[in-house]
């Protein structure tokens, strides 16, 4: 089973600032990333899939990178209601599996 | 738009069979494969299966033995049933689907609490 790991688990984070989130595959795993954001009481919603192709309707200050084993999801210039967490996901092998999430608090 | 909506029982008891149905509206059933994940405070999110309405699907090892996923096409409808469950398996539950070019969620359903308990 792929584990994916994400840094930090927590981040807080003034408007206008900008947020790096990394997740780190235990293999390579090419470009079968995805990222989702989740706010409280909702579903996870897609934002970012196959790395860096972001999803349609997503607000381009959500930016994806990576290949192999380190990814990267970029949100420039944070507003409050980005306020979420946001996890990462591998559709690489089976069983798919998510990271452990990153709460992003808004200062 | 694409919309899913999870029914079934909200409490379970232990050793019993949880059993969910997913309704699909705004996308064909026959179009995509059709995804149970689960998530619990102590593990997260994880993907329990993935089904194609011809039969094609696969289960998470883990899971794999006590865990169905079947599509009725008739109904625009999948489910899920897990057999002997236990306080574990107490977690919100979401139907989804897998689109997007493949292995990626892209519509989720507003997902549901199951609770095992006596």
């Known amino acids: 089973e792929i584990v994916l790991t994400q840094s930090p688990d927590f981040q807080s984070v003034t408007p206008k600032e900008k947020v790096t989130i990394t997740c780190r595959a235990s293999q390579s795993i090419g470009s079968s990333l995805h990222w989702y954001q989740q706010k409280p009481d909702q579903s996870p919603k897609l934002l970012i899939k196959?790395?860096?192709q972001s999803f349609s309707g997503v607000p381009s200050r959500f930016s994806g990178s990576g290949s192999g084993t380190d990814f990267t999801l970029t949100i420039n210039s944070l507003e409050a209601e980005d306020a979420a967490t946001y996890y990462c996901?591998?559709?690489?092998?089976?069983?798919?599996?998510f990271g452990q999430g990153t709460k992003v608090e808004i200062k | 738009q694409v919309q899913l909506q999870e029914s079934g029982p909200g409490l379970v008891k232990p050793s019993e069979t949880l059993s969910l149905t997913c309704t699909v509206s705004?996308?064909?059933?026959?179009?995509?494969?059709w995804t149970w994940i689960r998530q619990s405070p102590g593990k997260g999110l994880e993907w329990i299966g993935y089904?194609?309405?011809?039969?094609?699907?696969n289960y998470n090892p883990a899971l794999k033995s006590r865990v169905t996923i079947s599509v009725d096409t008739s109904k625009k409808q999948f489910s899920l049933k897990l057999s002997s469950v236990t306080a574990a398996d107490t977690a919100v539950y979401y139907c989804a689907r897998e689109g997007g070019g493949g292995g990626v969620f892209d519509y989720w359903s507003q997902g549901t609490l199951v609770t095992v308990s006596s």
């Open positions: 196959y790395a860096s």
């Open positions: 089904m194609y309405y011809t039969g094609s699907g």
């Open positions: 996901h591998q559709s690489s092998s089976l069983p798919q599996t």
């Open positions: 705004g996308a064909s059933i026959s179009s995509y494969y």
